[in-house]
């Protein structure tokens, strides 16, 4: 065999060697990209899961305070003294709220959090006390005509002008 042969043959085998290389080395990044792929396939189809599980657990929950609602609506509408006595406990909850709110007027700034959560609840209470009397609406046929005339005077002055609503309306700002 000549030299130039040996040599050739030695260029072809070295040629060939960094072809095998190059070609495993290409099929090692396109392993790797597949399973890149299957991997974020893998964490999208997660994801995907969660956030179905996130929304029917919102959708459960949006259901179960709508039973509420309705079941307490319903109680609402309903008169009795379980109804009355419901509402007595609201007007003095939002009457002691509205008393250590106004004491407190004068608070320093890094304590007022304490007090606006006061005044959300004292809000949610006067909320309630109006949805309940708004549910007496039409139940003049469910009281005696002396039970009804009380009625009528406590949604009277339930509804009557005056009463402070404190979210957007902090007893500071009066100086």
């Known amino acids: 065999m000549p ?58 929950r949006v259901d179960r305070e709508r039973r509420e609602q309705e079941a307490k609506a319903a109680r609402m509408r309903m008169v009795s003294p379980e109804t009355l006595r419901e509402l007595r406990e609201l007007i003095r909850k939002r009457y002691e709220l509205d008393v250590e709110i106004w004491s407190l007027r004068k608070v320093r700034k890094p304590d007022r959090p304490v007090v606006e959560e006061m005044m959300e609840r004292s809000d949610a209470a006067l909320g309630e006390i109006m949805n309940i009397v708004q549910a007496w609406d039409g139940t003049e046929k469910s009281w005696t005509a002396g039970e009804w005339e009380q009625a009528q005077e406590i949604i009277r002055r339930i509804e009557a002008e005056g009463k402070r609503i404190w979210v957007g309306n902090p007893p500071w700002e009066e100086n």
Do not use: M, S
């Open 3 to 60: 030299f130039w042969n040996k040599r050739q043959q030695r260029e072809r085998e070295f040629l060939e060697e960094k072809l095998r290389q190059t070609n495993e080395q290409l099929e090692l990044e396109r392993q790797a990209r597949a399973l890149e792929q299957y991997e974020r396939q893998k964490r999208e189809r997660q994801a995907a899961l969660k956030q179905q599980e996130i929304a029917f657990q919102e959708q459960e």
